[in-house]
């Protein structure tokens, strides 16, 4: 099936499993993607009724992880007297992921939350495609068979779907929620653990000290610090960010290369093995740093020596968030 | 007015002039994106560029500013201000309505009763501006909507425009036309030239598909503080402050004091600040009036559709669409503006129908 074939199939499946929801009352809301008004992005929608649910569409450029508006709570998701209204939740894989760490983390409550899952595709490498068009406007991106057609005012591009997909869908292993069908309706499958490649980050780990440093400081020196990387991502919900506390001060806001470099380094740390591999944050950053890259790192270290994947079900704790007694612990004790 | 002509190929000769004398900051393209980077190789220069990701107000106002350094000790504190406040910028290649943007901030920091901002005033004074017409606006553009033009050239020193094979000079100001005297190289320009400007010109303007009633915006926005439509407009937005740290009329800051450990010197900093952040408005007590994202989201267009104007009688946006451009979750400001111009047109129309 080509790809086009599949979003419309896909877009179908939603479209059914929201109207049957908000018909047969299981939920109030529901959170899913709609038509941006850019090419090369989608915005998200809060539908409230049946009539709405056209409005929901899956097109391989849905970017933003829907689970970031359950967590913190949203105003505008609560009912009169402040209570959580029950969320149907349009769930890619590694939003179903995100859903289910924010349960296991106890932010939210998956009897008020419920997924419409479907078997992803993938999304677009738009940063890929935006610098090879260079200074032209992009007027309109569409999917025809598995070409993604670019057109600007007097010229058009193709470009394969296949080569131009984001990086981290092409390894990605979990394109179906893992969920059981209490919490998940569509489609969805129980993974008790993946093998996940981690390829790119073997490749950076030949590299030299020198080499891994100048890579990292290229990337992040551009750095703005405006957080939309933090605010993008499902698992940074903390209600007071470390870079925001100021009784006392942690961290200084300056742009120097120490604080952008601290600011990283913390928000990576706190990922590890926590991360969801949406890739969102690398998606929303505005001067094009590959975040995701650094996460990464840290989920191939977790992956290996706890053998922990985050988000295949909402019971597990991430190791860091978790003791066991006989965790292994042979790196408190090298010597050298 | 002077007119001449420059021809592509001598960008580097025209850096070569005034490299020396100037801070020459240009657009170029870096990861992808054009940004206003200091020049050390005039090769680097884009100009058939739509319009930088980041907008140059850090070239004058800068993310991160030292106000001025300080030593104290048990009697006294000593002070060293800035000693740069001299240097000459030259901002090469820059859109009309990021030249508007400046007199935005100028008018910003020294609008406050007696008190004159001189860092910035004095960076302002010192800053020769070479601007380029606008061929080919966005979609996203909407400069027309609020005052300004693609052509604009009433803020700019010099002005370019791209002619295809080469740039026609105007000098603008008296610095301009100091400068335009320095580049005693430069050819006249023929009749021919000068003409296919205004076309150019013409041809920019037509070609702008967002059209925005700035007016009625601004009129309902005066009683429309607790009105439902922020709730829509906010309803989607992530909070992250891109929107607020990429537009070029901005002006939020914070101030902190760095010291070392001793706490006997120090400097004293300032930073962007953005509405879109929790610590905006927070009050010593704990208290902030602008607690939620529906706040935070109101804040950022009433100040720039309602407060500048109650305020400046100035508009606090130049139209240069780049939060539209940038916001993550595709919150369209183009959106946001026609729910607010359509507010008072609802209810007119629900109490024709009663």
Redesign the interface.
Known sequence: MTIEAENKEIEASIRDVAKKMLSEKQVDVIIGYSQ???PL??????IRNEEQVDNLIWDNLC??NLA??LAPL???LCDSEGNALKIGIVSKGCVGRAVNLLAAEKQIDLDKVKMIGFNCNGNVNR?KI??EIG???I?DVSITGNEIIVKGKDWEQNFPYSEYINELCKVCQVKIPSATEATCLGECQQLESINDEFADIDEFEAKSTEEKWDYIKKELE?C?????C???CPACYCN?CFV?Q?KP?WF?????YTDIFTFHLIRSMHLAGRCVACG?CS??C????DLNFITRKLEKIVKTRFNYTSGLNAKTLPPMMNFKMEDAEEFMLEED | MEQKILKKEDIGKLYNEFSSEYKFYAPIKQKGNIVFERIENPDDIVLDYLNSRIPPKSILFPQMEVLFEYKLDDKDVEITDRQDLDEKFMIFGIRPCDAYSYELFANFFSFHGNWKDEIYLKKKENTTLIGIGCNTPRSTCFCTSVGGHPFNKENMDVFLTDLGETYLVEAISDKGKEIVKKLSWLSDAADKDVKKSEELAKKAEESFVTQIDVDTIVKNLEKSFDHPVWDEISEVCIGCGSCSYLCPTCTCFDVIDETDQYNNKGRRVRIWDTCQSCLYTLETSGHNPRDTKIQRCRNRIMHKFSYYPANYDLLGCVGCGRCIMVCPANNDLRDHLAKIEKIGKEEKEEKAVV
Do not use: F, H, W
């Open positions: 941006g008004t850019l992005s989608s915005t998200p929608i809060v970017y933003i970031r508006y949203m105003p505008q940063s935006a610098m200074e032209k406007e007027l551009v703005t610090l405006c957080y939309s933090r605010q993008a007071l925001d100021n001060i200084n806001k300056t742009t120097e969102a998606s929303v505005p001067v094009g740093i």
